[in-house]
Structure formats: structure tokens, C-alpha cells
């Protein structure tokens, strides 16, 4: 419903700037259209800067937090339960009998504790 809306204003407003340009000289349109075209390539790109910032941000946050992402399990060691792990969704974590295995994607060897009789 925002995209149509958004859309149609847009339409408008390159109809009503279009039907402006065309009561105007050729020397003037070309003036009208640098002026109005460096305030909007300058939103653009200050938007396009933001966006790029806050997604930054975003995928740093997302890297932190008390369970690491690396495929050494840091961090997780303490956890058990449910841990929200970045973008990639939840983990379930258990201990069994002393030993808590993180969900990484990667398993490389792992050392179990001898059974005690």
C-alpha cells in the first residue's frame, strides 16, 4: 500500500515537474534541471551514506553478544537454553553430562571426559 502510494507521488511529481519544464525555455530547463538535480543526487547520497552506516552498525551489533559466533564455541560454554545468535536464528543448547556442545556449523574434535566407573 506505501510502495503505490510512494510510487504514484513520485509519477506525480515528475508529471507536474515535466509540464513546468516545458513552459520554460531550453536554457532555462537545463538550468532548472542542474539545480533541482545536484539537491536530489545530494539526498540521495546522504541517504545511500546512512543506509550504509546503520547496516554497518547493525552487522556489528548482530557479530557481539554473549555467544560467539566463531567456530571454537567462545562464549557459549555458560549458556544453556535458547540463545539468539545473529541473523541466523536461534540455537538450541543442552548439557549432557557435563559436556555442552555449541551448534557452529563446524565440528572439529571434540573431548569428551572419560566415563568414571
Known sequence: MITAVVLFAAGAG????????????????????????FFVSTALGVAGVMLGLLTWRQSRQAA??????AGDGAGVEQAVGEVRIGR??????S???????ANTGAMG???LPREQR
Open 14 to 37: 515528475l508529471a507536474g515537474w515535466l509540464t513546468f519544464l516545458v513552459g520554460q525555455s531550453l536554457d532555462r530547463a537545463g538550468q532548472w534541471t542542474t539545480v533541482v538535480g
Open 95 to 101: 548439557d549432557t553430562g557435563g559436556v555442552t556442545v
Open 109 to 111: 574434535d571434540v573431548d
Open 64 to 69: 557481539g553478544g554473549p555467544a560467539a559466533t
Open 88 to 93: 541466523t536464528g536461534s540455537v538450541r543448547i
